[in-house]
């Protein structure tokens, strides 16, 4: 997810990431060379093509277009034909697979993954799943607890997260916000289409065509994605256990890391209790 090139919405980007993905010992020689090795050692069950590549997926070259995408969409035409008999895919981050808004000051809301989700050499949506599953604090104060949940690790908490709360009924736009409890509702009242900015609606944006807005303004044609038309696998899921590790899944703790965290307002100390119970 780091990986990225310069200016977005340049020639120079889109030079970039064909030099990335075609030099030598580029991309696309890599992940043939997986692929080959799977077809030698008997065949595999699901190959993809790349794991949760933001950085590079929304990079658009100087005419709008998203040349990661077109490269991923090469690849996995060229995959389908060395595993004849694999299910291909791409694994997004949960953030990534649906609506992208730049925040560029442009008003934008694109789908730069619909083309490669709907390609005929793409049998699913891949997703790793990490959103937010609770927003607990210490104490008994806090919005959760108030609203009658006992933990972090309860039962009817959990569930209740998987469409709902953070990230599907509400955002915090700003730290002071997450701070004070300040929860912005994700409401599109221009044209109910809540799911574009709810990334946990993961139903809302599989059975929906998907209109996206250049400078703000909905496109009277929808992307190419057919409503309905792929399956879903979550192709990573997982908790830390840590605790409140429901605060932020996708985090990790590691001294060695430069991407170690605790989630929001943790302790830090272990908790296998609420990480089995996440996973139930």
Known sequence: GRISVGADGTASARAEIESFVGGSWGYRRFVLHQATLAAEAGGVEAFLVGSEMRGLTRVR?????????????SLAAEVK????????????????YGAYVPGDGSGDVLFPLDALWANENVDYVGIDWYPPMGDWRD????????????SADDPDY??????????????????????????TPINDAGHGE?????????????????????????????????????????????????????????????PKSIESALPPYSSGTRDDVFQRAALS
């Open 61 to 73: 070259d100087e005419t709008g277009a998203h040349p990661f995408v077109g490269a991923l969409i």
């Open 81 to 96: 034909a060395i595993l004849p008999g694999a299910k291909v895919s791409y694994a997004a981050d949960w953030t990534e």
């Open 139 to 150: 104490g008994a104060d806090h919005l959760d607890a108030l609203a009658g949940y006992r």
């Open 158 to 183: 959990l569930a209740a997260q998987v469409a709902g709360g953070e990230a599907y009924e509400w955002y915090y736009a700003s730290q002071a916000d997450r701070n004070a409890q300040m929860r």
């Open 194 to 254: 809540h799911w574009m900015f709810r990334p946990k609606d993961l139903s809302g944006w599989v059975g929906n065509a998907h209109y996206a807005r250049p400078g703000g303004v909905r496109a009277s044609t929808p992307t190419a994605w057919v409503a309905g038309s792929k399956p879903v696998r979550l192709s990573e899921i997982g908790f830390s256990a840590v605790d409140k590790g429901g605060n932020a899944p996708n985090v990790f703790y590691d």
